[in-house]
């Protein structure tokens, strides 16, 4: 690959104007179509795999606004809205926020990821997720951005109520 450009340089001015001679320049531009080949499969690979988890995936910048998010995330949770470059506080109600906001400013102090239940809205009923949140570090491990990743456990929590409640029972009646 390489980058081509010229000039053309004239002479006289007016009607007699004609072309005198023309300088070029050529730069190899190989590894550079390279490395901009390898970043769109990255690009791809990422996007591929974010979009098959079964799970909600984001990216967060420093100031919490969400820069990514992936096709469950935005098909299921965000259902149109407008979320980029948005916070939790923009999208959520004031409480489920709340609990986001604070979550990442421990993920952001503690320099390390962060493991715990939250409740999310999902049609309008609150529901219950085991959520990862972690730094996102640049080239030299400082922490530039926030992930998180979540996995909806209603059903399981559900179930584990359900099966308390009938242990409950159990023991009441002997």
Same mark, same amino acid.
């Given at each position: 690959? $390489? ?7 004239? !002479?006289?001015?007016?009607p ?6 023309? /300088? !070029?320049?050529? +730069? ?5 179509k ?6 769109? +499969?990255?690009?791809?690979?990422? @996007? ?8 909600? *995936?984001?990216?967060?910048? =420093? ?5 990514? $998010?992936?096709?469950?995330? &935005?098909?299921? +949770? #965000? ?22 906001e /604070?979550?990442? =400013? ?7 990821? #962060? %493991?715990?239940? @939250? ?10 997720? /085991? $959520?990862?949140?972690?730094? +996102?570090?640049? %080239?030299?491990? =400082?922490?530039?951005? #926030?992930?998180?990743? *979540? ?7 559900? =179930?584990?109520?359900? /099966? ?7 023991? &009441? &009646?002997?």
């Open positions: 690959w $390489v980058n081509f450009r010229s000039w053309t340089l004239f !002479g006289d001015d007016g007699e104007r004609r072309p005198t001679r023309t /300088l !070029g320049a050529m +730069i190899d531009i190989t590894k550079r390279h490395a901009e080949e390898a970043l769109k +499969i990255s690009e791809r690979r990422f @996007a591929s795999f974010m979009d098959n988890l079964h799970g909600f *995936a984001w990216i967060k910048d =420093a100031q919490g606004r969400y820069l990514y $998010v992936n096709r469950l995330f &935005q098909e299921s +949770i #965000l259902k149109g809205l407008d979320w980029k470059e948005k916070t939790a506080s923009e999208l959520w109600p004031a409480e489920v926020a709340e609990q986001y /604070l979550n990442d =400013a421990n993920v952001r102090e503690s320099r390390g990821p #962060l %493991h715990t239940e @939250a409740p999310f809205l999902l049609n309008g009923e609150v529901r219950h997720a /085991l $959520v990862s949140k972690f730094p +996102i570090v640049d %080239h030299k491990g =400082a922490p530039v951005l #926030l992930g998180g990743v *979540a996995v909806d456990i209603t059903e399981r929590k559900q =179930a584990e109520e359900a /099966l308390h409640r009938k242990q409950q029972e159990l023991q &009441q &009646q002997q």
